[in-house]
């Protein structure tokens, strides 16, 4: 199975800054990658599908980029509502897997 | 408006079985396939089973493989979970979840507020 390894596993950063996700897949996976934040408490929400679409109502400081084996969730500028746990997931095949998630805090 | 509300959940000693359910509206839902995700707590999301629309195709975890069976009827709107030979690191909060786009992409738009499923003894 294609193995999903999201870095950092948490990160602290200040309001403002830019702030930067890797997940990296095992074998490549082309650009069948999705982003979710999830904040505490709360349910998933899909950020980004297709390695770098945003869906629909996501503010635009959110991008993804990357395919193949190596992807990145961007947030141009750090908001205190971005406070949240950040996971890739994979879908060109099965299993559908997630990455282990990153944990986002303000400084 | 879409919504999916999970229900079924509760305390179960090891060993034992439930039956979670997810009620869907706002949406056509034999179109769409469905997909349960779980949580442990403090932990990350791990995909356990999706459905096609049609119902035809199914997909296990490893880990619930043989000991889970995802089901749904269109008639109902209803998508279904069968959890048998329930284990401690079963628990989890399970969560439904819809394909964002029709014919089975496996990547999910909606969520409902998942449903707390405690194995112990």
């Known amino acids: 199975d294609i193995q999903m390894t999201q870095s950092p596993s948490s990160l602290s950063a200040s309001v403002g800054d830019r702030v930067t996700i890797t997940c990296r897949a095992s074998q490549g996976i082309s650009n069948y990658l999705a982003w979710y934040q999830q904040k505490p408490g709360k349910v998933p929400k899909l950020l980004i599908y297709a390695a770098s679409t945003l869906q629909s109502g996501v503010p635009s400081r959110f991008t993804g980029s990357g395919s193949g084996t190596d992807f990145t969730l961007t947030i141009s500028s750090l908001q205190p509502e971005d406070v949240a746990a950040y996971y890739c997931?994979?879908?060109?095949?099965?299993?559908?897997?997630f990455g282990q998630g990153t944990k986002v805090e303000i400084k | 408006e879409v919504q999916l509300v999970e229900s079924g959940g509760g305390l179960v000693q090891p060993g034992g079985s439930l039956r979670l359910s997810c009620a869907a509206s706002g949406f056509t839902f034999r179109t769409y396939a469905m997909t349960w995700v779980r949580q442990a707590p403090g932990k990350g999301l791990e995909w356990v089973s999706s459905?096609?629309?049609?119902?035809?195709?199914?997909f296990y975890a490893d880990s619930v493989k043989g000991r889970f069976t995802i089901s749904r009827d269109n008639s109902k709107n209803t998508l279904y979970l069968q959890m048998n030979s329930l284990r401690g690191e079963d628990t989890a909060v399970y969560y439904c979840?819809?394909?964002?786009?029709?014919?089975?992409?496996?990547?999910?738009?909606?969520w409902g507020r998942g449903t707390l499923v405690t194995v112990s003894s």
């Open positions: 997931q994979k879908y060109n095949s099965v299993p559908w897997t």
């Open positions: 459905m096609s629309g049609s119902g035809g195709s199914t």
């Open positions: 979840a819809k394909d964002r786009v029709e014919g089975g992409w496996y990547y999910f738009d909606y």
